[in-house]
């Protein structure tokens, strides 16, 4: 069994990354500009802007976090979203979610330029990946599809089963991994993800485990703790936790853990290749939204 190494791979990208934007300064050019839309005091939001805002730094893009308060309306955020807009200081900008209840997520996040959209998220964005076309992909199916490429783990003719429909996660993987041929992303380091033979799984599916049986790579973001079991895992599978769920723990020291969507202990005996929670998926995530800042940098 082979970890999948999220904190490395994304170390290492971040050393690349640092290296093209220091080039960039060094011909004269400023360098690329991120900024970060918080509405309100999610202590999770608030930790993943922090911690996006510090990648930024060890790479070298300027990095902005606009910070409101949950009383904002909605016609008073899609003021600020215009005039990130049109703001050609700023390559790129992310709308942290979730928002407050009183503000339609859909609404904002169609806002957005997608030339501009680094989440990946805006119609405009989604509809070209579908396509095949040029696009800013969502973060972490980007990143997910990078941990595969750099580990050699061919998708290719394989039988990959996510599990999860969400717009951020389980439509854009299964896009990516069927795409032929694969154009969506600039050339990955190693192997090309796609030409997959793709099977999307979520809540209502009634045979979960024997569909899993059937797999070669399984992708789970289903948000369920210990969803996938080791009968439902085959020998040598690949299995992609994208879950990450705070769980009650009187034996921490907060009081609680972080568990993914695969009952780890259990599963990773059978696998050829699986990553951990936290330190698998989580990293590329965040690598990734900096990549799609330079992507987009590169476009302006």
């Known amino acids: 069994m082979t970890l999948l190494d999220g904190k490395q791979i994304a170390a290492e990208i971040r050393a690349e990354l640092r290296t093209q934007i220091e080039a960039i300064v060094a011909t004269g050019r400023r360098a690329p500009k991120l900024a970060i839309v918080i509405v309100g005091h999610n202590p999770a939001s608030e930790t993943y802007v922090a911690n996006k805002l510090k990648a930024c ?29 049109a703001d050609n200081d700023i390559d790129g900008y992310i709308v942290q979610l979730p928002l407050p209840s009183h503000i339609n997520e859909q609404t904002i996040l ?22 095949g076309l040029p696009s800013i992909v969502s973060a972490t199916p980007r990143g997910i599809s990078e941990l595969l490429s750099r580990y050699h783990i061919a998708t290719e003719g394989k039988h990959v089963v996510v599990i999860g429909r969400s717009n951020i996660v389980g439509k854009p993987m299964a896009i990516l991994l069927m795409q032929r041929p694969y154009l969506t992303l600039p050339r990955l380091s190693a192997a090309a993800v796609g030409n997959a033979t793709v099977t999307i799984c979520h809540s209502k599916t009634s045979n979960l485990k024997q569909i899993c049986l059937t797999a070669d790579i399984i992708i789970v973001a289903a948000g369920s703790p210990a969803l996938v079991t080791a009968d439902m895992v085959r020998e040598g599978a690949t299995v992609i936790d994208v879950g990450i769920t705070r769980v009650e723990d009187a034996n921490s020291p907060k009081g609680y853990r972080l568990a993914g969507d695969v009952d780890f202990d259990a599963v990773a005996p059978k696998c050829a290749f699986i990553t951990p929670v936290p330190g698998g998926v989580g990293p590329m995530t965040i690598v990734s939204l900096l990549q799609n800042t330079l992507q987009a940098y590169n476009k302006q």
Not at 58 to 78: H, N, P, R, W, Y
Not at 118 to 126: H, K, R, W, Y
Request: charged letters at 30%; proline letters at 2%; glycine letters at 6%.
């Open 110 to 131: 169609s806002a957005i330029d997608y030339r501009k959209d680094v989440d990946g998220l805006t119609p405009e964005n989604v509809g070209r990946t579908v396509q």
């Open 57 to 85: 730094a060890e790479v070298g893009i300027c990095a902005e976090k606009i910070a409101f308060e949950d009383s904002i309306t909605e016609a008073q955020l899609l003021e600020e979203v215009a005039k990130l807009n």
